[in-house]
């Protein structure tokens, strides 16, 4: 019996062992592959820090760059960021860092569709046709980038750290990543305006002259809107005429204007406008809104144009 005891007890202890061997083997396991997450993440964040040095240091400071270069170099910079969502996509990720994967593909999707629209966006405000429509959209994709850079900085690396510091792992803590600089202006359409000026051969650096537009008046189905609020019958789709004056020296072509009424944007667009003259575009609401809603109406600055403040107006308007 005793014999027979000290077997079962050896052989208990063994058992203890083993278990013991193989759940440590199981727990390195695992920590290695956090560890192995955090590094590529790192190293995805590292080589995005460089694309956004090489796209904001070009947009600051051309340096004598064309039309073509520019925009092929900022293709370039579109592709590499492109490259990074699809390793995002493709990262494995451990158990524990689902919820910090999720934040960081939706992080990468956002980067990535806001590079593709700006370097679409790019010929067109190098251009001279639209110009202003396109910097307004370019500006748009820079609130973008802004609002993955706080995606990243709220949710995914404290995510990330606290998993790595929970499973006892330390010195692997994923870095800050903030593709769009501390230098807010990039989020003004005057900044992108301007910085594309300086671009070799684009119309917006050939933009002499005085060039201003301003937001002159607006009306609802032929009702004028002011300080005071106003009542319109919404039987049918109403149509707002925004009138916009040329306070500049030279012919004004494709003035973008955007209205914004109970959460819906809404463009259009002004053909052409002669020095001195003002032209009137009629844009459709629709959906048609309902009830009291605040009406903004924003006119898109020209290249050239060094004052916005009198391009854009709000107004109270009860849909009856």
Same mark, same amino acid.
């Given at each position: 019996?005793?014999?027979?005891?000290?077997?079962?007890? +050896?052989?208990?202890?063994?058992?203890?062992?083993?278990?013991?061997?193989?759940?440590?083997?199981?727990?390195?396991?695992?920590?290695?592959?956090?560890?192995?997450?955090?590094?590529?993440?790192?190293?995805?964040?590292?080589?995005?820090?460089?694309?956004?040095?090489?796209?904001?240091?070009?947009?600051?400071?051309?340096?004598?760059?064309?039309?073509?270069?520019?925009?092929?170099?900022?293709?370039?910079?579109?592709?590499?960021?492109?490259?990074?969502?699809?390793?995002?996509?493709?990262?494995?990720?451990?158990?524990?860092?689902?919820?910090?994967?999720?934040?960081?593909?939706?992080?990468?999707?956002?980067?990535?569709?806001?590079?593709?629209?700006?370097?679409?966006?790019?010929?067109?405000?190098?251009?001279?046709? +639209?110009? &202003?429509?396109?910097?307004?959209?370019?500006?748009?994709?820079?609130?973008?980038?802004?609002?993955?850079? &706080?995606?990243?900085?709220?949710?995914?690396?404290?995510?990330?750290?606290?998993?790595?510091?929970?499973?006892?792992?330390?010195?692997?803590?994923?870095?800050?990543?903030?593709?769009?600089?501390?230098?807010?202006?990039?989020?003004?359409?005057?900044?992108?305006?301007?910085?594309?000026?300086?671009?070799?051969?684009?119309?917006?650096?050939?933009?002499?002259?005085?060039?201003?537009?301003?937001?002159?008046?607006?009306?609802?189905?032929?009702?004028?809107?002011?300080?005071? &609020?106003?009542?319109? &019958?919404?039987?049918?789709?109403?149509?707002?005429?925004?009138?916009?004056?040329?306070? +500049?020296?030279?012919?004004?072509?494709?003035?973008?204007?955007?209205?914004?009424?109970?959460?819906?944007?809404?463009?259009?667009?002004?053909?052409?406008?002669?020095?001195?003259?003002?032209?009137?575009?009629?844009?459709?609401?629709?959906?048609?809104?309902?009830?009291?809603?605040?009406?903004?109406?924003?006119?898109?600055?020209?290249?050239?144009?060094?004052?916005?403040?009198?391009?854009?107006?709000?107004?109270?308007?009860?849909?009856?």
């Amino acid at each position: 019996m005793l014999r027979r005891a000290l077997a079962l007890g +050896g052989g208990l202890i063994a058992l203890i062992l083993l278990v013991l061997a193989v759940k440590g083997c199981l727990d390195a396991r695992a920590n290695r592959a956090l560890e192995d997450y955090a590094e590529d993440v790192g190293q995805i964040v590292a080589e995005t820090e460089q694309t956004s040095k090489d796209f904001f240091g070009k947009l600051g400071d051309p340096g004598g760059l064309s039309v073509t270069e520019f925009t092929a170099e900022v293709n370039a910079d579109r592709s590499a960021m492109d490259n990074y969502a699809s390793r995002i996509d493709g990262l494995d990720a451990p158990g524990d860092m689902s919820r910090a994967q999720t934040a960081l593909e939706l992080t990468y999707d956002l980067r990535s569709s806001a590079m593709t629209e700006i370097a679409e966006k790019l010929p067109t405000a190098l251009g001279d046709a +639209g110009a &202003a429509k396109a910097v307004a959209g370019i500006a748009r994709q820079m609130r973008k980038l802004l609002a993955a850079d &706080a995606l990243y900085g709220t949710v995914v690396r404290p995510e990330i750290n606290n998993v790595l510091a929970a499973n006892g792992i330390e010195g692997k803590d994923v870095p800050e990543s903030e593709f769009l600089p501390e230098d807010t202006k990039w989020l003004e359409e005057d900044a992108v305006a301007a910085a594309l000026g300086t671009v070799s051969g684009s119309s917006a650096a050939d933009a002499s002259g005085l060039h201003g537009t301003e937001l002159t008046g607006v009306a609802v189905n032929g009702t004028e809107l002011g300080e005071e &609020a106003v009542s319109i &019958a919404a039987e049918e789709t109403p149509e707002v005429e925004v009138e916009v004056e040329n306070q +500049g020296e030279s012919t004004e072509e494709n003035i973008g204007v955007t209205i914004s009424a109970g959460g819906t944007e809404i463009e259009g667009t002004v053909e052409a406008v002669e020095p001195g003259e003002t032209a009137v575009v009629s844009i459709p609401l629709t959906p048609a809104p309902e009830g009291e809603v605040t009406l903004e109406v924003k006119v898109d600055t020209v290249p050239g144009e060094e004052v916005a403040e009198n391009n854009e107006e709000s107004f109270t308007v009860v849909f009856e």
